[in-house]
């Protein structure tokens, strides 16, 4: 005897797998429309180009937050774009199945693992203990060394699913392999090699753990990059924490401006062109 | 390979191969120095309080006493209760993604996906604090309090800002994973498996019973500890709602009240650590994480690698 029929069965199961999608989706929804509602009040003029004002002050901006996470970003790139570049050729072209090679995946894997508050300690006890002040370039190391499993793995993939028939034309008209690997292969997988750069920037933009002990925070505009320098992320978590009103406002609004980033940048990936060539996997 | 090298651009070729074999070093050499950092600046608290010390109940900065136990314990609970909460909803996707969903749905569905992986932990923080707290304190937790109160595990007033609290954050932030590689697992299904199935006169769900979840099972497993290597390194969304209090799970063992973990300690006092036996206490606390993470991360790995590439189930 069967309790139900199978096909009131299927139709349970459809009806439950779809309510429990509906639960995940529900918080991200809340959370796009919370940011959304509660940020776009914040965000004028002033609040995008000037100072904070001081503790207690209504008005003022985070100008100098937004600059703040730019630099750093940008110093973040500078560090783990080309050397996650040249990791992900080396481990697709060069060294699939060196010794070297194995130990080098192996590392990209496990750093993929590691919390991000852990590269934050690693920069701080690198860096600041060290020059004894909090500097800006400890946090840019701490995110380039986070973007360089990412970078990495994504070269890799991207370079490996190029068809062999392609390497095998260049050996066969007597192209060198450096040449074959930059100007052939890498060119066929750039767009892979794109999506995995943009998508790494996206994450760093939103890490605030390993800021915390390396660019701390300030009130004033970046001017050098071995001082403390302000961040959207540390503003985020330092303002919303502070109890005071137009302070928690401030950081609704930078959150709109994080979440707008990471936003755009994870859904124009899905619409970049597919690579031509690929092997017939 | 043949010995004999093109006449021409041979030093380039070595040149290439050399810089592309350094910026290989140089990331080992990375890792390297993040564990010879870690261990060498928790080396004062191992020396002047001993290495066991880590592992006791009293963290008084005041007396040089620093045992990081709640703080641990606090990590693996909510973990360990996220991942457990994660494991039904993100089955139910992956299930529904993979057998029901029409194709338009599915794109919808995957980018949703995504963008849950995507959206930064700071932000789950500021929602979770102002948004949800006030509403699982009087909406869930005074209930169940009010219900199951004489158990120890729901017991005492309802703070908003709970282990509990930070479960519910981390089992969102958990879902993507599991999910997303649960779905890559079933649709790797072998389809002359499926079409056996279903030539038979077998349901969708009949099909997914008895081929999908036995073929992707091992895998799913192995998504589930990536998940939960995920939640326990998890820092700033939990900072943000657990409350930070050193009292559980030694004061009081209810899932509601505030209590602290490994990441959320370091956040809190890494910068203002008021001795160098506080500071490498925290340091040692990281690196204890790190073991724990870099173990359960490459468990994971093996198995979810295993399972993928292993063809049909003999």
Redesign the interface.
Known sequence: MRLIG??S??RL??A??????I???I??L??LA??FINGVSAINLEFLTSLPAPFGESGGGIGNAILGTLIINSMACLFGI??GI??G???SE??QKSR?GT??RL?????S???????G??A???IV?TVRHYTAIAAAIALG?MM?PLV?KATEISMKVVSNDIREAAIAL?I????R??QIVFSIAKSGVLTGCL?AF??I?????PL??TS?FSFFWPSQVDQPMASL?VL??NY??SGFQDW?LK??GA?LL??LI??AI??SV?FIAKPKFKGSA | MSKKK?Y??NY??SA??Y???S??????A??L??FY??IS?SLPAISSNGFGSIFGNIWDSNNGIFGGLPAILGTLASSLIATVLAI??????A???T??APARTRFI?S??????A??????????G???IAPLIKSGIQQPIINAFGFIPFFSGPAYGLSIFMASMILT?MV?PIV?SISIDLLASTPLSLKEGMISLGA????TMRHVGIPFAKIGIFGAVI?GL?RA?????AVT?VIGNSYSWPFDSVSIFSPATTI?SK??SE??EATSATHMASL?EL?LV??II??AI??VA?LIINRATRRGYPQ
């Open positions: 199978r096909r069965k299927e199961i459809l439950g797998t779809f309510f429990l999608s639960i995940a989706i918080p991200l809340s959370i919370t940011v080309p050397l040249f990791t050729m080396y481990l060069y060294g070297l130990a080098v590392v990209v894997e496990s750093l693992g590691v919390p991000s508050i852990i590269f300690i690693f701080f006890t690198l203990t060394l360089i990495a007597g060198p392999k450096w040449i690997t930059t998508l996206a994450r933009s939103g890490e605030t753990a915390l002990f701390l992320q985020i978590y919303s924490l928690v950081a609704w959150s994080l979440v990471v936003v994870n859904v899905k | 093109p021409f651009f380039k070729e290439f191969r810089l592309l074999i910026c290989s070093l140089v990331i080992v990375f890792f120095a993040l950092m870690l600046q039904p909803i993100s089955l139910g996707i299930i529904f993604f057998e029901y569905l980018i949703f996906i995504d963008l849950l995507a959206i930064p932990s700071v932000i789950y923080g500021i929602w604090l102002w948004v969102i879902i999910s349901t969708k769900w009949e990536l290597g326990l390194g998890e820092t700033m943000m990441t370091i956040a890494l910068y340091i990281a994480l790190l993470t870099l991360n490459s790995r």
